[in-house]
């Protein structure tokens, strides 16, 4: 299916070795950061320097790895244990959101989702305070469930939002179908709508994978414990106050990066094209 | 539990002070117990192997302790600010945690967070080994409210030899503007820039303006002018003000793309020639870039040699937290003459206890020492460390990013009269 | 809580199923930011609020603290730098990821490659990429190096006379100065000392986001193009459309709610951004890349001001509402049927 050219329009053998040539453009452009970091990554603590950063390591060691994993790997299981739960959670919620929002509208539907969206924009730093408050009064404070909770209801309005434009190109016919055979908004959801969703969840899902498993504010405020905060945490005390090991921090980077990374892998196999289309009946 | 506990050592006490054994040796073979939560912004390096130096004297003197590290890295200790305030709202205070004496102190004070501790110095005999201006500057209102692990000294200046060399230039072991101005001349003269700077992050110019104003102004007058008695717009602030416009031109060209280890590796290169920095440079050097002093690099006193611009570490004990008798013991571990030479000697601080012996650490800090006990101390403004509030170091070093850019003297005495006024 | 009338027209129903399944959200949210936001409000209202001792006594006058947050030389250059920010780079990471998408979803067997590649920046973190993107920066070792050896330098110093040595973010120069037209606009406007232009400084920094986040705007639009039905591709090609035609007046319309959700959510990113910033730049020269982001940081846990802290949040959030929500209800009457 990957394999497959997706149309032949615009996919003439010229039109498409011009856009080959120009995405080729774009390859040293997005690989040079990632070599700065790598060659960072195997030098050792003195010679890993913004003066040195072309160069390939004189030396290469793997001592900047081995401290980074050393610091990290206490943490991944915290992050994995907040993220996935998150991740699925807030993901179905918002795909839930987005089928009644745009299919079940009802009176003020619109201006509650509006007002939801408020909550995209909020800005983290000040809501701290009365976040970590709230997490005691419902006894979540400190635990990775509570650390989830924050990052589910703050994904929602964006999960919402996506799914909701997603399915507004799914024609309510389709909807009305199902009514008419006798089946209610949860029974249409699941059994039509869901398997429909895959492109909406891979785009939410990445979406909000990495911004949960890249959260550092949340993480350090709503768990104090250091040995239950996410990777995040543990990755930036390897910058110490006063000095840092570039190579140690930038090898720990690409470590915590690899789950996403990982993740962008395997969701990237579900861009089915054509879902949509020929559902049509 | 632990009013039994108290109940036994009061006996113990009783008993001991019939037999003539001291009340601190009973207290410390009981030791106190239970979780201390220590909270700081110590993540690593040298850092970490200095506050674990603290942690071994506290278990080793209180085996029933445990101690959690609970450490935030980031924004020089801000990121650690902002999980302490939203643990301070939310009633979870840790047992200790790290404060600069100062604006940052201040704050914990006014918000009652911090426990008075005078009776604590009072009773360990502290008051008569802690310098009393040190001591004043954790103290509000006749009442002391923290310890101090160290002290670091601002106003130092880091030379490369070899740069200094091939231009021809020798810098004295007090060096005012007249020397630097002369020393860059010939230096931009062989190419080489003659100030190193990495300010990314904008306290390290601040501190190069501090450093020069404090040099031209003297402590005194420095002091007035920060509590708002004296005007930013005399005519030696102005002066100082001038001397740094200048300093700024004969800065690396990437300064702003740097951050302060950056320009001490640039120094330790060779590309330029020398750095205002605090003596935490000297750890930077000779660790992270190997470098030798008296070999590779030389250091000098910027402005007057009696005066030490002190850049300090303390940690407080929290008035609410659970654990206060731990929270004690943690306490005393840093004030333990053989912890606080142990501390320093990791950290590159300068122990301050008048009866600790620095014979056992390095030349740089033998000196600072010396002059610490005879010295003029001043508190960094830039390093929060003032007996002010917090906002007036936050309009200094705002005052300062504007300076840059426009250079414009009488626009930052406006900003820092309204902030010191304030 | 389904009822026995499931499946009868809704009309029957008393209690709406629909507003049931999104009341929890709804409800969670609206603690999560409106009771949440209440508080802030509240304490940018107060005098001396700090978090050990909630005094929320009024300052005089009241509206104080939001007077010195609007005549701040820092704050004023906050809300230039976030405006010019997050136009430059919403356009910047939208277009980009765009062509990206269109380019990619029309090649055959290095459509996986490219896809992964444009979207791998996306799972690092911006602390860290904020520090490789500084050192890449570097007036002195960074892609100045790269145009000196390249020769790119020294054809420009022939055709233009004048060396290429950008500073970047080292920059202090601002392009463009709106400040007389602004006084005549904003009541108040006369009090503005920052210049209003676009910082130069601020170019590597947009440059830097979009760098990171344009893979993930390529991704919705991948989603979107998977969306169209084949028949509209295989009647255009029956039509004998050219290409060009065919997404200009096909695919590119139909991917304009997908382009609103990707800029309602880049916006979101933008207005927020700070650990790039800090990391790659700090507040720069005069103030020339600083976020209200970083302003709240180190209002509250650096000045120890939590009010005026509290305040730019506040100040951001109207601003923002004021801006995006309209453009938001308008979006939501259109694609009703």
Known sequence: MTGQVQSFVGSGKTSRRVQFALLCLFIPLFLIPFYVVLSASFKSSAGADVTTMWKLPTEWTSSGISAAWKALKGNFANSLLMTIPAVVISSLIGSLNGFILSKYKFKFSNLLFTLMLVGMFIPYQTILIPMVRFLQYIHLYGTIPGLALVHIVYGIPITSLMFRNFYVSIPKAIVEAASIDGAG??????????????????????????????????????????????????????????????????????????????IYLTLGRYYIQGLTAGSVK | MLRKKK??????????????????????AAGATGKVEVFSWWTSGSESAALNAIYAGTKKANPGIEIVNAAVAGGAGTNAR???????????????????????????????????????????????????????????????????????????????????????VTLPAVVTFADLSAAAAKLQAKKIAPLCLGDKDIWTAAQLLEETLVGEVGAATFNNLVAGKASWSDAKVQTAISHFNTMLTWANS??????????????????????????????????????????????????DPKVFVTVGDSFVIGAKAANKAGAEAFIKSIMDPKVQVAFNKLKGSVPYRTDVSTASLGVYQRGAAKTLATGTLVASLVHGQQLVAASVSQAFSDATTVLEANQDGKAFAKAMDAAAKA | MSTKSAGISRRKLRVNPAAVALAPSFILVFIFVYVFIAYTIRISLSKSWMPGLQNFDLPTPWYGTYHDLFTNFRFQADLRNTVVFT????????????????????????????????????????????????WIFNPVSGVNLLLKYSGISSLYEKVFGSPLKPQWMTSPEVFGNMNSLLSNVIPG?????????????????????????????????????????????????IDRASGFRYYWSIAIPSLIPMAVTATVILTSTSLKIFDLIYAMSGSGIGFSTDMPGIYVYESMYKAL????GAAASVVMLVLVSAVVLPYLVRFNKGTEE
């Not at chain 1, 909000?208 to 768990?223: R, Y």
């Not at chain 2, 109940?7 to 001991?16: H, N």
């Not at chain 2, 001490?264 to 920095?277: K, S």
Request: glycine share 8%.
């Open chain 1, 185 to 262: 908004l949860i029974k249409t959801f699941v059994r039509i709508i869901l398997p429909l969703s895959l492109p909406g969840f891979v785009v939410a899902g990445l979406f909000q994978f990495t911004n949960i498993w890249n959260d550092f504010l949340f993480g350090i405020v709503a768990i104090p414990n250091p040995t239950m905060q996410p990777v995040t945490a543990a990755l930036n005390n390897l910058s110490g106050t006063q000095t840092v090991d570039w190579n140690v921090l930038m090898a720990g980077s690409l470590i915590a990066a690899l789950p996403t990374a990982l």
């Open chain 2, 7 to 28: 109940l036994i050592a009061s006996v113990a006490v009783i008993s001991a002070s019939l037999l003539g054994i001291s009340q601190a040796e009973v207290a410390s």
């Open chain 2, 82 to 168: 902002q999980v302490l305030a939203t643990r301070l709202a939310a009633g979870d205070t840790p047992e200790s945690w790290q404060s600069h004496p100062g604006g940052d102190l201040k704050g914990y004070v006014d918000q009652s967070a911090a426990l008075d501790l005078t009776s604590l110095y009072k009773s360990e005999g502290w008051s008569k080994v802690v310098p009393k201006a040190l001591q004043d500057s954790m103290s509000y209102n006749g009442k002391v409210y923290s310890v101090l692990t160290g002290i670091h000294r601002a106003n130092t200046l880091w030379y490369n030899k070899a740069a200094l060399r091939k231009a021809g």
């Open chain 2, 254 to 303: 990437d300064h702003k793309a740097l951050d302060w280890t950056g320009a001490v590796a640039a120094l330790a290169n060779g590309t330029c020639a020398f750095n205002v920095m605090g003596d935490w440079a000297y750890g930077e050097l000779q660790v992270k870039q190997g470098k030798k002093d008296g070999v590779d690099f030389g250091y000098a006193v910027i402005g």
């Open chain 3, 87 to 134: 136009v430059l780079f919403l356009i910047l990471a939208v277009v980009a990821g765009l062509f990206l998408a269109i380019a990619v979803s029309n090649m055959a067997k290095s459509k996986v490659f490219f896809r992964n590649l444009f979207l791998m920046p996306y799972a690092v973190s911006f602390i860290v990429t904020g520090v490789i993107w500084r």
């Open chain 3, 189 to 237: 406007g006369d009090s503005l000392q920052a210049q209003m232009g676009v910082p130069i400084a601020l170019l590597p920094v947009i440059f830097a986001a979009a760098w990171q986040l344009c893979g993930f705007a390529m991704a919705m639009f991948l989603a979107g193009l998977a969306s169209i039905p084949h028949e509209l591709r295989e009647a255009a090609a």
């Open chain 3, 305 to 308: 001001r939590y009010p005026l």
